[in-house]
Structures are given as structure tokens and as C-alpha cells.
């Protein structure tokens, strides 16, 4: 035994501190206590409401493959503009009478359909949009995204062998073709643009139209959150097809814009400006975060869901980017992503986007705290968080770095 060492122990005399939740762990495993709970008017409603979140995890993945029936089977668009009979629907979807009856009642328990008419009524029974389905019908974004859950379910079907092999090969990985092509975490260190940069059309085209569709709920809350009339002109680094770019373009018609991204995404978001009236307001620049030098001129740039994606070097090495782009007169960053810990959507930043990510290869979702630490590290002055309308929807971060400071 070493002497002179501290003691790090207490002191027998001193008695540890009471765990209350080891307590509560036990008490809430004891089927007696559950027994007890559910039969006493005050406890029961903690009882059923705890049984009903349980029975929700489980349940999940049918509910959502429900979601998923009802989206491929076209039944929100068939209820957009009112209500159809179940003869109706039945010749709409091509379904059995069993089988859709299984489906209608499926969506009215989950709110995405609801009963127009009196139970019994037969195939003249009416349906209509539930108050979610409604939502869903009215979102393009969501019925993209929605579609595009088929990969990650088929990744996340054995989940614990994902976890012992992470750097396995995923339907996710082959969608984001810059996952799977530009770098492993094994190969992070010294590497450079590798084969992102030089991805071909074929290979971008899917993720960038996903990306496209799901953007405008993030822009919405970015520009309600954000006043961007105070700026001269904004490089959306990262930019995909353009859609963030087109939406703040719509409502601010003074400001300048730039765009930058892979080669071959830049060319498909440069097709798509060229057909719109906004087209001569943009410059679509191609290249590599990593590998080419920034766009000039922007007083304000913009990282929209491009952070979370990339292990802590590449985002720090991206973060330099839009600090190279500010140039000697300096100005402001937003950085628009889900985060990690907001209040309110923690089960979207850490379960969801936790798994969502493993499957795809790289990146995590990040706290607000770690976003604004990366920023600092990057040459950036000051860093704060922005409340959004929906944090569910994006986290928001405001960065500033003021002018005639050396570039590192």
C-alpha cells in the first residue's frame, strides 16, 4: 500500500447521502406497488399514464409504419378535399374491405383519420382528415421525409449489431453518398475533400431532393426567429439545391446571395435559380469545405443542418470555412441544426438523431453549449443561442466576428 496518498473515502463515521431514486427504481419494479398504485384513485392516473409512454416505445415502429401505409397509399391526398366513403377508398387504394378496415381504424386511433359518419353506416361510411393527418396532407416536407424513413427503419432493424459494428454499411450511408464516399472516422485523420468532392449528379440527386423538399420547415423557423434585413449579402455555405436560399430571397428581395456547395450540387441548385425569377440574385459557387478557398464578400453566412453530420474536427474545420468567407470586414454566422438537450425536443436531438446518425455513419447531434464552444474555437468573437417557435423543428445559433481580426 502507498502512504501519503489522500484518502478519498469518506469517513466511516459519516453516512452516505441518501439516493432517493434508488428508491424509486425499486418501488416502480415492484408489481405490488403497481397493484397498490392502480387501485388508488389518486396514483392511477400516474399508473395509466406511465403504462401508456411504455406501451407507446413499443408500439412505435407500428405506428409509424401505419404513417407509412397511409402516405403510400395516397389516402391524405385522396382526403384533401373532404371526406369518401369506404367504397370510395377501397376502389382508391385497391385494398380488401378487411384490410382497409384494419388501416381506417389504425389511422382514426392515431389521429390521422376521423369518422365523418355514424358507425354501421357500411361502405357508405364516410372518412376524413384527422387533425395530424391534416397536417401531413398540407406538408410536402413531411410526406418526403416520411418516405424517405423506409431506409432508416430497414438500418435500425437489428439495432445492437449496429452499435457493435458502427462502420458496417447501411442503407443510409449509400443515400448520403458523401458519407459513404467522402470519409469513415478511421480515415478522418489526414483526410482531405476525398471522393465527396467529385461525386457525380447521379449520386447527389436523391439526398439533394430530400433535402429540398424538408428545407422549408427549417427556414420557416430560421426567418421568424432571425432578422436578416440588416444584411447586405448572405453565403448560404452548404446550401443543397437552394432552397434555404430561395426562401429568404422571397421575403428579403434586397439581399444578395450566395451559394456553395459540392460541385454537383451547386449545379442543380444553379438549374434551379435559372428558371426562377430570383435566379439573377444568386451565385452558385462548387467546391469543397475543405479543399478550395470560400466565396468573398458575404456580411452574413449561413450553416443550414450541415454541422451535425460531421464529427467534432470537420465541423470545427467547416466553422473556419465560414470564418475564412467573413474575410478581414468580418460579420455574423447563423447555424441552423437539431440540437442535443433542448428543452422540450430532447428525444429528437438525443434518441432520434443519436440513431439516425449511427446508421448513417458520422456526425452527432450537438448541445447548444458544444455548438457555440466549436464556434468560439473557430475565430468567432461571441456565440449565443436563438429561440426558435419550434425547437423541434431546428436549434438556432448567433455568431459574430468583428471587423479588421486576423484570420488564424
Known sequence: MADGLPVLSQPADRPEPVDWRRWRDRLLASPRFHRWAAA????????????????????GFTYSQILLSCVRLGLFEHLREGARSIADLQALTGLGERSLDILLRAGVSLDL??????QGAGPERRVGLGMLGAVVAGSPAIVALIEHHQAVYDDLKDPVDLLRHPEQSTRLRRYWAYAEDGYSVAEAEGYRGGQARGLAADRVADYSELMAASQPLVAEQVLASFDFSRYRCLLDLGGGQGAFIEQVARQHPSLSLMLFDLPAVADR??????????GQRVTCHGGSFFDDEM????????????????????????????????????????????????????AMGDAYFGFYLLAMGKGRARSAEELCALVLAAGFDRAEPVKTRVPLQTGLIHARVAATREIG
Open 113 to 118: 383519420l376521423e369518422w365523418r359518419s355514424a
Open 40 to 59: 388508488l384513485p389518486g396514483l392511477r392516473w400516474m399508473t395509466r399514464r406511465q403504462s401508456r409512454r411504455l406501451f407507446d416505445l413499443v408500439a
Open 295 to 346: 466565396p468573398q464578400g458575404a456580411d452574413l453566412v449561413s450553416l443550414v443542418r450541415v454541422l451535425y453530420d460531421h464529427p467534432d474536427e470537420r465541423a470545427l474545420s467547416i466553422l473556419k470555412a465560414a470564418r475564412q468567407a467573413l474575410g478581414p470586414r468580418g460579420g455574423d454566422l447563423i447555424l441552423a441544426e437539431p440540437m442535443s438537450g433542448t428543452p422540450g425536443a430532447e
Open 269 to 278: 441548385a444553379r438549374a434551379r435559380f435559372a428558371a426562377d425569377a430570383i
